[in-house]
Nanobody
Framework: QVQLVESGGGLVQAGGSLRLSCAAS????????IGWFRQAPGKEREGVTC????????NYADSVKGRFTISRDNAKNTAYLQMNSLKPEDTAVYYC??????????????WGQGTQVTVSS
């Protein structure tokens, strides 16, 4: 059974940092792109960032460029999202996703349950 489990969310003041983790079980992340998404109350889910499996290339939403960094540790079967200089508008439930393709831009097959990030002003 494939499971993605996010952790590391919480409450932080504006300007602070958090590191989210996405641990996979029943599935090997090595060959697949990994994405992070977020959904704020009353808003649609949006893509935050993605890292490919082929060459580790990354892309970021404009709203997080220069503040967020995605990474992966295939040996630990885990992906990370380092979030710095957090803003209140970053408040959302954050989800990781994978499966489907080695490249970003394709549909993800597996999703985690999400972790809440709340940034206070």
């Amino acid at each position: 059974q494939v499971q993605l489990v996010e952790s590391g969310g919480g409450l932080v003041q504006a300007g602070g940092s958090l590191r989210l983790s996405c641990a996979a079980s029943g599935f090997t992340l090595d060959d697949y792109a990994i994405g992070w998404f977020r959904q704020a109350p009353g808003k649609e889910r949006e893509g935050v960032t993605c890292i490919s499996a082929s060459d580790g290339s990354t892309n970021y939403a404009d709203s997080v460029k220069g503040r967020f960094t995605i990474s992966r540790d295939n040996a630990k079967n885990t992906a990370y999202l380092q979030m710095n200089s957090l803003k209140p508008e970053d408040t959302a439930v954050y989800y990781c996703a994978t499966g489907g393709s080695y490249a970003c831009g394709y549909e993800f097959h597996y999703w985690g349950q999400g972790t809440q990030v709340t940034v206070s002003s």
